[in-house]
């Protein structure tokens, strides 16, 4: 499939080929959800722990006589079922992440990128290396339309973009390798590379 390639300036630049086998599948919603849940949940912290019957600050006292007193046999009032006593089966720390395959989730990114040229959410664009100015490039995405953008560049970006776009809000680069499922679908509009188009077809082939 052809698409419009364009500059900054938002002027014409010929076009390029996309793989049609990339950017031009009927998106799966199964597939985006199963890709973006193993990221999710992969991320997630899991840090959230609370204290046992062995670890609440508490006597260890007998709380009271074994027989005579008419109640049940107690220990310690850091038993469960006293009020700041020990939780009994709580969470602890442990890791969240599942296995997905890994063709499982090429076919994530395959999909997102067609999803959003599907939805005429993608433009490809030249080349982003003569920007070194955050006004300038405020102005130039403004003029363009782009509120919640994410560009793709090549195999690293270029350094001067990345300190121009750092501080503009809404807008978020990535290098190849980091395209994920996710950061695509979060975004309004998909900005790729003419650099960085060639990298995921070689990545994604």
């Known amino acids: 499939m052809k698409l419009d390639m364009i500059k900054l300036d938002g002027s014409k630049a010929g076009s390029v080929d996309l793989g049609e086998d990339i950017f031009d599948l ?5 597939i985006l959800h199963r890709v973006v849940r193993w990221q999710r949940n992969k991320a997630q912290q899991g840090t959230h722990k609370v ?3 062995s670890e609440v600050s508490y006597s260890t006292k007998k709380i009271y006589r074994q027989k005579g007193t008419g109640g049940a046999r107690h220990g310690a009032r850091s038993a469960p ?3 700041k006593g020990g939780i009994y089966k709580g969470p602890t720390p442990r890791s969240h992440a599942h296995d997905l395959p890994k063709k499982v989730r090429a076919l994530g990114l395959k999909h997102a990128l067609s999803a959003k040229a599907r939805a005429g959410e993608l433009v490809i664009i030249e080349d982003i290396s003569n920007v070194t100015k955050t006004g300038t490039l405020a102005k130039q995405i403004k003029d363009l339309g782009w509120k919640r953008a ?15 776009a750092r501080n503009i809000e809404g807008l978020d680069v990535l290098p190849t390798i980091g395209a994920n499922v996710y950061d695509i679908l ?5 900005v790729i590379t003419k650099a960085g188009v060639e990298a995921l077809e070689a990545r994604l082939k």
């Open 26 to 30: 009927d998106p799966r919603a199964d």
């Open 51 to 53: 204290k046992t019957r």
């Open 81 to 83: 079922i006293f009020r």
């Open 150 to 164: 994410l560009v793709i560049d090549g195999a690293s970006v270029d350094e001067g973009f990345a300190k121009a």
């Open 186 to 190: 979060k975004r309004d509009t998909l």
